[in-house]
Each structure stands twice: as C-alpha cells, then as structure tokens.
C-alpha cells in the first residue's frame, strides 16, 4: 500500500504545543473513527502504540500529508528512528528516566480546555500534571459514568468508549498552592517567563526563572523522597503517588523559605540510610551530599543552598559573615564543621570555571580518587568530622565541587608526617600490606575500614613504609592489622573462617563444603557476601563422625560425589 492511497480524507496538522498521543486522537475523531487503532493500522504501526511514548512519527507524517521528519518535534524520543534514545516533550530534554518518573503512565485532561481549544495540551503529558493550571480544577483521570481509567483509545477528544460525555463529568476544585505550582510548570513547557505569574502561595519565581523543565521535575521528585522516602507508584496508584510529590513540594517551596525551615526544622528522611537522624549535622550533611550529587543539580540551584547555610549557622549562633570572611581566632576548626562546605558565594561563573579548569576545586569522586580512598569511605570520615581540622576558612567551593585543592593537600601532608613518625618505629614482623588492599575488601566492615583510617591519622597504626603519596601506599604490618581487624569485628565473625579457607585447611573439595552445609552438618553464616563456616561446627562435624572429613567421603555415609 503506497503512501498516497494512505491518506486521510481530514489531515488536520498539530497544533505547536499539541500531545502527540492527543493529536493521534484528534485525527482519529476527525476521520470518524472509534478508535486510534485504526490510525495506527493504517500506518503500519503496532496498535500498541496509540498508548506508547515509543509511537513512531515517521511512519504516521506520511498519512497525514507530511514530510516524514515533519512530526519530530513532537516525537516523545530525542532520536525519533531510536527507540532507546532519551524521552523528551517537545524541544524538553526530560533526563534519564523519564519515561518512569516525568512522561505520564496514566491518561488525564482538563475538560474545559479541550473545549476551549479543540485538542490537548502537550502539559498533560506529564505524570506531575494533576490540576490545570488555567481552570484551577483537579484533573480528570477517570469517566464519572463507568469509573474506568481514561485511555488514549477511546472514540474522541472529549468521550469515552462507554459513550459518556467527559464535559458532563463533576469537577473539583484544586488548592491554590497545587494549581500555582501547576502555572509554573505549564509556563516551563511551553518557554514562557514565570515572572510575570500572580501568585500568593510565594514562591520563589525569580529563582526557578532561569531552571529548565527537565531540571524543574527532578528537583520535585528529589525533595519528595527526600521528605516522605520512596513510594512505589504501582502500590498507591499513579495519581495519589504524583499527589503526594506535589503537595510535598508545596510544604517546601510556598511561602519560601519559611517552608524550607520548617522542613529543615522537621522530621525528614536526610540521611543517606533515608532513616530520620537526631544528629542536626548528620542531617545537614545528609541532604547537602544528596542534593550536590543530583545530576541535575548546578549553580542555578544555589539559592537552596544558601538558605540551608544560613539555616545551620542560625542553629550554631554563629555568624554566617564571620565564618565566610575572616579567619576565626580559634584555630581548632572542629566547632566549625560548616567551613568545607561555605564558600559558594561571591564566585562569578566565568571564575568557577577556571577553578575547575586549574583542579583548584575537586568533586566528590575526584577528591576520592585523589585522596586514594573509596567513597564510601571518604563520607563516612566526613560525617564523623575527621576532617574539619584541615579545613581552610575563605578558600572557594561549589555544591558540585565541595572539596578544595587545598584541604587536600593539607590531609596527604600530615599522611607524609605519620610516614616520617612510623619508620622510626620497629617492625613486629616482615609480612605488611598495602592499606589499598585493606579498603578495597567488600567482605571488611565499613566501620571497621573508616576506624582503621582514622587510626592512622591518629597514630594509633603505624605506616612503615608507602607506595605513592595517598592512602592506596601506607604499608602496614599485617599481623598487626589481623588482630585489630579480629577485635574489631562482630563475634560470630570472628569466631568463623572463610569458605575457601574450610577447603584449603582440610583438604577437600569446596563442592563437598557446600554439601555438607547443605545437609546441615557444617554451620555456615553469611557476612555482607561472604559466607563463613563456624569453627565449632567444624570440630562437631569432626567428632560426630569420629572420622576425619575425608574420611567420610569414601565410606559413603555422608555423601556421594
């Protein structure tokens, strides 16, 4: 079937900011059909995607009298012949994971703005829209006739399958905070300036100004899991789900930034066990790692900051100028734990750049990778505070780059004077390892990883010797670091060896291991990824039998293999 003998006897073209999936519809109805099905078979697409954000414009422009790259710009996909490309809404890059989080599951309209203006706007697209910002009413996402969901394939614009008419459905009103929440986002979508918005709820419009909708939506979800922890939208639904995020993000962001403190003031989920933390630095460091380490996170976000700053110095009575703009008298810094974090402020964009291009500042995992320890490792060592003594008071930061060149070099120095100290001293024995291969140990601790750093800065462990200049050089005595680790660890650790080592000692194969764990006559626990083998189930398993393990092999009484 040749393209020409394809066309519609209506070709209506798309409105500029028209839903695809919506404009399906549009001419679907237009052609008297009673479903986009029919569009879809007629151009040789699968039925399945008059409801997929996967719809192939090129294959539907052809039907309707265009040029096949004519309907890109409404292509739900950034590359419109690859399916696996980034999701968009029109010209909007909407991130990674967007088919998920922003682009809608569910179907949901405005009545009244259908009827004002004869198709559906590409703002219903989103899963965020749940009230029209112009009618101030709630969404409408079932029919008030059969009670089911609203679907793409239905017969019209405005009707259901049922036959109902959705202009005849009762509408509710929507809270003033949702409904100017929802002006935002619909000014975002179709480029228009939010500075011009009447609103009373108090947002801050000049902030959000220059944020891009993509940017816009993942701050949303952010902040909500952030507050209220992660929901699974399958359990809830799709709309209170959705409702839950915008009413959470209303709590924060109106009648900025007295929500802000109350949220800070409040009972939140900041840390990163998403457990709320009675420790207000904990939870300060929390969020500010959680928020800096956002993708979409960047400078235009600053503002955030700058209230949570001023909010933890309110908490300390301390003096927000005094901090970022004269050197305390007290050199002990650890009363300051906010001074690695301050210095944002005052930084032109054209400067920060060049701090980044000369290495002056250093993200989260270049810090890491310079300091030679893992991350986790590396928070783990913040949050505790081990490193405020070396912090330096005026040096410059961002939240994407919150560690400077400077507070580094000061910890790798004083790791070259533990190094000086520690080759005074004697050596218990000649077998060392490298504290690299310590800290890279899935099955080792975190906890025990971090005591073991923070005894080293300490001097409580001594380096003897180092390869590089990092924390992936300290050469340590291992003897010494077998018994800190042994006392250091849970008991029923200690009191187990390794799986592999069951078989080495032994002499067996492991096969036969995990055989007799299976039958029950060898205890085994399971640490982090590690399973362990309890010694006293050994020597039971030993003294049952009478018989060495080996032994019970070629009895046969045991097992077979």
């Known amino acids: 079937m040749t393209h020409d003998s394809c066309l519609l006897v209506r070709t209506p073209a798309p409105h500029n900011d028209e839903s695809l999936l919506g404009y399906v519809l549009r001419i679907s109805e237009e052609n008297g059909y009673q479903s986009p099905v029919e569009i879809a078979q007629l151009a040789g697409m699968s039925v399945q995607h008059v409801n997929s954000r996967h719809l192939p414009v090129r294959k539907l422009a052809p039907i309707v009298g265009l040029d096949s790259q004519d309907l890109d710009r409404y292509s739900y996909l950034s590359d419109p012949v690859d399916p696996a490309s980034r999701f968009k809404l029109n010209h909007h890059d909407l991130g990674p994971r967007a088919r998920m989080h922003h682009l809608g599951r569910g179907v949901r309209i405005c009545p009244l703005c259908i009827k004002e203006g004869g198709f559906i706007d590409a703002f219903w697209d989103l899963a965020i829209s749940i009230a029209c910002p112009r009618h101030s009413i709630k969404a409408l996402f079932k029919c008030h006739a059969c009670n089911s969901k609203i679907e793409w394939a239905r017969p019209g614009l405005l009707s259901c399958k049922c036959g109902a008419d959705y202009l005849e459905a009762p509408l509710e009103g929507a809270s003033i905070e949702t409904v100017e929440l929802m002006q ?100 300060f460091r929390g969020l500010y790692r959680a928020l800096s380490q956002g993708f979409w996170f960047d400078r235009k976000c600053n503002f955030i900051f700058d ?217 085994a626990i399971k640490h982090d990824s590690e399973v362990r083998v309890r010694i006293s189930a050994i020597v039971t398993a030993c003294f049952r039998f009478s018989v060495t393990v080996k032994a019970l092999v070629f009895e046969g009484s045991v097992i077979v293999v």
């Not at 924060?252 to 933390?277: A, C, H, R, V």
């Not at 783990?380 to 400077?406: Q, R, T």
């Open 184 to 283: 935002i986002i619909y000014a975002k979508t179709h480029d228009q300036s939010i500075l011009g918005l009447r609103q009373v709820s108090q947002f801050p419009l000049e902030n959000f100004e220059d944020i891009a909708l993509g940017q816009f939506l993942h701050m949303l979800r952010t902040f909500a899991f952030l507050s209220i922890g992660y929901q699974k939208a399958e359990l809830l639904g799709e709309y209170e789900y959705v409702t839950n995020i915008v009413v959470c993000f209303n709590s924060i962001f109106s009648n900025w930034p007295n929500g802000f403190i109350g949220y800070l003031q409040g009972d939140n989920k900041l840390t990163y066990s998403n457990k709320p933390s009675q420790n207000f630095w904990k939870k």
């Open 307 to 523: 209230e949570l700053v001023v909010f933890g110095l309110k908490k300390m009575r301390g003096s927000l100028y005094d901090l970022i703009k004269v050197e305390p008298k007290n050199k002990d810094l650890s009363h300051i734990p906010l001074v690695k974090r301050l210095n944002f402020k005052e930084l032109t964009h054209e400067n920060f750049l060049k701090l980044v291009q000369l290495k002056q500042i250093r993200t989260n995992v270049t810090a890491a990778r310079d300091l030679g320890l893992p991350q986790k490792v590396l928070f783990a060592l913040d949050d505790l505070g081990v490193f405020n003594e070396f912090g330096v008071p005026g040096c410059y930061k961002s939240p994407s780059h919150p560690w400077n060149k400077k507070e580094l070099d000061n910890i790798l120095s004083k790791l070259q004077n533990i190094l000086e100290a520690g080759k005074l001293r004697k050596r218990e024995s000649k077998n060392t390892i490298h504290l690299s291969r310590l800290l890279g140990r899935n099955v080792l601790d975190l906890g025990v990883k971090v005591s073991i750093v923070m005894d080293i800065l300490d001097q409580k462990i001594t380096v003897h010797d180092m390869v590089g200049s990092n924390f992936g050089g300290p050469i340590l005595d291992e003897d010494v670091v077998k018994k800190y680790i042994f006392h250091r660890c849970p008991k029923n650790y200690r009191d187990s060896v390794p799986l592999c080592d069951v078989s080495i000692e032994l002499s067996i194969p492991g096969l036969l291991i995990d055989s007799l764990i299976h039958l029950g006559f060898l205890t």
